[in-house]
């Protein structure tokens, strides 16, 4: 079993707040719900993005966008990558970040 990394509990845990997922798709929309909606201070939600920050900065300047995709049953953010055709999960936008990582060095 391995230990998870400090992101991937913070994401766990917005998951469990039940943020609708337009919300969390974009990082000034999550802040403004977070303070609207539960009353966190600025420091707890710089403290909540931080710990996000790879989903919110890093997978951004490396090309890889966060897109909602609405179905029937319900909505989900999936990731665009730059260059690629086709939608992609979490996972695998991590994979295509370290692709990118990769490429840079």
Known sequence: MSLKSAEERYQEWLERLEIPIEETAEIERLQTYLKEEFGFTEAQIDAIIGASEFRYTDLAEAGIHPVIVVYPWG?????????QPGLWGYEAAKEWYGVYEATRE
């Open 75 to 83: 909505r989900e953010v999936r990731y665009g990558v730059a260059g």
